[in-house]
């Protein structure tokens, strides 16, 4: 029986995904074999020594000590491309707001309650301080190809915008899914100097936190409108308050509002709603319980932001799972102890990302635990699962 601790309310049908038969699925279990998360902060948290593996009900994982995972074998999942399509549905929003002031005009509209019959008149005479211009032909910048961000690209595409890309590191599935009419941008300056839009999709790190900052905005061209979807820290508050200020910058959309940016004129601040979908919030739900029942009873790991990811069909054979450093001679030193107790080893996969790697051996035969004993206490190795 595995138990799984689950620390926000998540959807039924990703609860539905556990075998009552095979699984413990509680807000309230002690010793748990996985946790399924969604928002809820984890830096806090002592992990129990049963841990094995926390999966997020979203893309963003920065509510998990991912360092302190990686030290104790647990395997941490996220669910990339589960709500791509109800953030992209509010991207498409956001470039709508920023060129229509729409959200300005609203709030105006409902300025004019108790004027009765003059109201049709004051609509008239005042619509045209909310002019704004249409997003046909103008030119939007995506920073970022992933999941979400090949999906704006392609629908600004069909809404009759030039669309530029920009990923180093994009994926063979994501150059799959790109629209072959979307451009290649060479270079972050030359998406800048472009781009009369430009939307944000890229993780918060070292590196890209504060990326859009007075240099970038610099390099930009005038009356720009900027989409932040992805984390509020990668934009420079200051920078952007005195672009906005200026008038550099005509629009700032964000999905993560901080104080600092609530009731500025030309800021549209949104709840943090990219995901808030009951769609979303199923498919996030029903992807993250899928890869805790596929790595617990298999062993294989999708989706992992800490761990590469290693896919072998489960068979009769046994199965040993090793997680460990990326470092030389391991492998050489995992098999030569398993090869030694006389079984024969019929697969073994080795998969590495940054400084951590994931081994998995199906033996014919089975081992002893001072076999297992032996590989656990080989120099620079995390974690050690007999399935």
Not at 112 to 134: A, R
């Amino acid at each position: 029986m595995y138990n799984i601790l689950t620390l926000n309310k998540i959807a039924e049908c990703g609860l539905d995904c556990f075998n009552k038969d095979t699984y413990n699925v509680s807000d309230n279990i002690e010793n748990p074999d996985a946790i399924l998360v969604r928002s809820a902060s984890m830096h806090e948290m002592e992990f129990p020594k049963s841990l094995k593996a926390i999966a997020r009900a979203g893309a963003g994982v920065n509510n998990i000590p991912l360092d302190k995972c990686s030290t104790e074998g647990i395997v941490v999942f996220n669910t990339p491309g589960a709500n791509a399509n109800a953030v992209k549905e509010l991207v498409i929003a956001g470039l709508l707001l920023s060129s229509r002031k729409i959200v300005q005009s609203i709030q105006w509209a409902n300025s004019l309650k108790g004027k009765g019959g003059e109201v049709p008149k004051l609509v008239e005479k005042g619509k045209s301080q909310f002019v704004g211009p249409e997003i046909k032909g103008k030119t939007l910048g995506v920073i970022g190809l992933g999941a979400i961000g090949v999906l704006v690209a392609n629908s600004a595409k069909r809404l009759g915008m030039e669309v530029y890309g920009y990923d180093p590191y994009l994926s063979v599935d994501s150059a799959w899914g790109l629209s072959s009419s979307v451009h290649r941008a060479s270079s972050l300056q030359q998406l800048y100097e472009i781009s009369d839009y430009i939307t944000v999709h890229v993780p918060l790190t070292p590196d890209t936190r504060g990326m859009i900052n007075k240099s970038s905005i610099d390099m930009m061209k005038d009356n720009v409108r900027i989409l932040n979807f992805s984390r509020a820290e990668l934009v420079n508050s200051e920078d952007m308050l005195a672009a906005l200020s200026s008038g550099k910058v005509a629009c700032y959309v964000v999905d993560f509002p901080t104080d600092e940016m609530l009731g500025v004129e030309n800021v549209i601040a949104i709840p943090h709603l990219g995901a808030s979908t009951p769609e979303s919030e199923d498919n996030c739900a029903v992807m993250a319980a899928k890869e805790l029942i596929n790595y617990l009873e298999t062993g294989s790991i999708i989706n992992s932001v800490n761990f590469p990811d290693v896919e072998v069909p489960k068979t009769e054979h046994t199965r040993i799972c090793v997680l460990h450093k990326n470092i030389p001679n391991m492998l050489a030193q995992i098999s030569g102890l398993v090869s030694s107790t006389g079984v024969n080893i019929e697969t073994m996969v080795n998969r590495s990302k940054k400084d951590n790697a994931y081994t998995i051996l199906d033996i014919d035969g089975d081992v002893s635990e001072d076999c297992l004993k032996a590989i656990e206490a080989i120099d620079g190795v995390i974690r050690i699962r007999k399935i």
